[in-house]
Structures are given as structure tokens and as C-alpha cells.
């Protein structure tokens, strides 16, 4: 809103007030521009992905990603944990697997999803880098005229 400006004290007011309010603006960009950057990260987009596959982030909604998960257990338990044993020790183990591991999967969904997104938040943490580094520049204006 525009007043008229009668007297030196109502103009230094008013630059007062403008610069509070370009304080604000920029503090409210720097947090949009935040925002965008953080909902552009790798795993953010993966999140959002499998949140709008499965309709939720828990893996119990949908019934191939718990089969692709015992799936993927079995392999790993039969090709590298039990790679020397007897072939009836890993039948029998792969039986187990497949029986009880989507039941276990739909049980626990809620741990699991909790375990994948903390190993996927240390592996993808920026270390060395500052958190809120701003790509503009603040300064566009100057304080004083």
C-alpha cells in the first residue's frame, strides 16, 4: 500500500517498514528455494516414487515388492551365505524363506521401511557440505542509498 509521505520521519518509517518486509521476502525465498533443493535429492525422488506406487510408503501395500524382497533374501542366503553347504541345506532354507518371508515381510513392513530409509539417509548424507548454502545472491539491494 502506497501513503503519501508528508515529512522526513514518515519516509525514514517507511523505509523501515520496506526493509523489513525485503528482509522477509528473502528469508521466505531462501526457505522456498530450501525446500525445492531438498525435494530434489536422489532419495527424495525414490521416496516419493515407491510412496506413489505402492499408494503409501509401507511395503505391505502391495504384494510384489514383498515377493521381490524374499526374493531378493533367498538369493542372497542361498548364493553367498550358504554357498558351501549341502543342497538339502539350501533347500530347506529356501523353503523357510519363501513360507514364512512374505508373512514376515507384512508384519514388519513398518521396521523394514524404518531400516531401509536410515541406511539410505547415511549412505546419501552430505558430510562436508554446508546444509542451507545459498546459490544467489542476498545482496540485491543496497541498505543505504
Known sequence: MINKINNIEELRAERIRLKQKRYELEDAMRNDFTLIKRSLEPRNIIQNGLSGITGNNSFSANDLLGTSLTMGINFLVSKVLLRRSGLVKKLVVTWLIRKYGVDFFEKN?????????NLVTKFTSKNGRKENFDFYDSGTVADDY
Open 109 to 117: 513392513s513398518d521396521n523394514i521401511v524404518n531400516v531401509i530409509k
